[in-house]
């Protein structure tokens, strides 16, 4: 079904929703820190984040902000012993879509968060195709940057919507026709050489050497393919 990051620092209430949530075949994991929880959602593709406020490190506000702040999109749900007014105010305008007041009920919990995945839409792992590794590097389409240990490289319009559309076929080719149409529309003809250019340039920020791609591959007299 979905995967679900908690981040959660009492290890009795956490392992109680790891094995409810497995138990409703989602697949789990768990971070007892914000920063931990912070690694976890950014090195894989997480459908939902159910966070704990008071944690050790950073608090969950920080957490759910600096998640909005990166681009990140999925549903958050808040989990958290304070039921004041302001603190489910404040949940709510750093980006998370619920807040649950401890003590909860199990069910309730468990159909609030059927409730924010079946809202965050038919689409899981959403942010799987905003952000992506390419190599050593980072994909961030929200943003638009090629992040590196070197540093952030911005990425036009052009080629964040073709690379976005190259991945979602990622490991086949698409054709050159496509990308036109999908990105300039139908009946819109730039210049032959168009997408071929933004290739090139996006190779240039992409590939370890531009002139032997690894990741942007041509696929001769049809298109381009994505291969990671
Ligand atoms: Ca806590």
């Known amino acids: 079904m979905a995967h679900i990051v908690i981040i959660e620092d009492e290890p009795e209430l956490a392992q109680g929703l790891c094995d409810n949530l497995e138990?409703?075949?989602?697949?789990?994991?768990?971070?007892?820190?914000?920063e931990e929880g912070l690694a976890l959602v950014t090195s894989q593709a997480t459908d939902l984040v159910l966070l704990d406020i008071m944690l050790p490190d950073i608090?969950?506000?920080?957490?759910?902000?600096?998640?909005?702040?990166?681009?990140?999109?999925?549903?958050?749900?808040?989990?958290?012993?304070?039921g004041q007014e302001l603190d489910k105010v404040?949940?709510?305008?750093?980006?998370?879509d619920d807040?649950?007041?401890k003590p909860f009920s199990l069910r309730e919990l468990l159909a609030r968060i059927d409730a924010a995945l079946r809202r965050a839409g038919q689409a899981p792992a959403a942010t799987a195709r905003a952000r992506f590794p390419v190599g050593a590097r980072q994909v961030d389409l929200v943003r638009q940057k090629v992040i590196s240990?070197?540093?952030e490289v911005p990425l036009g319009y052009y080629e964040s919507e073709i690379l976005r559309i190259l991945h979602e076929h990622v490991g086949r080719a698409v054709p050159r026709t496509e990308l036109l149409e999908r990105i300039w529309g139908t009946g819109v003809f730039p210049a032959d050489?168009?997408?071929?250019?933004?290739?090139?340039?996006?190779?240039?920020?992409?590939?370890?050497?531009?002139?032997?791609?690894?990741?942007?591959?041509?696929?001769?007299?049809?298109?381009?393919?994505?291969?990671?």
């Open 23 to 34: 138990f409703e075949n989602h697949s789990v994991c768990h971070a007892l820190t914000g």
């Open 193 to 228: 050489r168009t997408v071929d250019n933004h290739i090139v340039s996006l190779r240039r920020k992409l590939e370890p050497d531009p002139k032997k791609p690894k990741y942007i591959l041509t696929a001769h007299a049809v298109g381009y393919k994505l291969v990671l």
């Open 59 to 82: 608090n969950g506000f920080e957490v759910c902000r600096r998640l909005r702040e990166a681009g990140y999109t999925m549903p958050i749900v808040i989990l958290s012993a304070r």
């Open 149 to 151: 240990s070197a540093g």
């Open 90 to 96: 404040r949940g709510l305008e750093l980006g998370a």
């Open 99 to 101: 807040y649950v007041t």
